[in-house]
């Protein structure tokens, strides 16, 4: 049986050494990447059979960066591993385009079979939160409040005023004006309510766009 290609992303070194020499053995690794704009580049550029990625990465999250792959209309199929275990977190996954999503205290057999699904074209949730997540769908329970009516733009320049960055910097990383940054955190503090950077930063946290 061929060997899938597998593309590693998250932040933590450790993780993704821990991930390496598990995966090693069945699978050919063909890079490893620390922030969801690495991720999208090199998706693009290798396009291997499997990309394992954390939701909580800086720069872009993991979401919005398969939803900007899957708006590519790449054919690598996307697998979560994360520590959210948040409903949430995996209906905004799912819909963003993931064939699966498992939880980093899964067993290390659940990452082999959850490729083994997704490369059969199936879609592969963690048994831990499965049936909470088709209760949810079912439901069709809101959970994400206001942060549908954002703009793609929009989530990424609230994610990187989450992380510290300036108006400048941010303009740099998005390659626009400044002056169109703040247009955007002007726009992003209207529809949701919010009146200061700090709220945005505590409502970024809140849902998922960064970590703590």
Do not use: W
């Not at 450790?14 to 995966?23: A, F, N």
């Not at 909580?56 to 996307?78: C, R």
């Amino acid at each position: 049986m061929k060997r899938p290609r597998v593309l590693l992303a998250d932040d933590h070194k450790i993780v993704v050494e821990g991930l390496t020499k598990l995966l090693a053995p069945t699978c050919d690794l063909v890079g490893t990447f620390e922030n969801g704009r690495e991720l999208v580049q090199a998706v693009k550029q290798l396009q291997p059979d499997v990309a394992v990625v954390d939701i909580s990465m800086p720069l872009l999250n993991g979401i919005d960066a398969v939803a900007q792959l899957k708006k590519a209309k790449v054919k690598t199929k996307i697998i979560f591993l994360t520590m959210h275990p948040d409903i949430t977190y995996a209906t905004r996954a799912l819909e963003a385009g993931a064939s699966g999503y498992i939880l980093k205290q899964s067993a290390p057999s659940e990452l082999f079979e959850a490729i083994r699904e997704v490369l059969k074209g199936r879609v592969y949730v963690t048994s831990m939160i499965a049936k909470d997540l088709l209760q949810s769908l079912m439901q069709k329970t809101a959970h994400s409040g206001k942060l549908t009516e954002l703009t793609p733009r929009q989530r990424e320049v609230l994610q990187l005023v989450a992380e510290g960055h300036s108006a400048k910097e941010i303009a740099s990383v998005l390659k626009i004006s400044p002056r169109t940054v703040e247009f955007h955190k002007h726009s992003i503090a209207e529809k949701l309510n919010l009146d200061s950077q700090a709220q945005l930063v505590q409502y970024a946290i809140k849902h998922g766009l960064v970590s703590t």
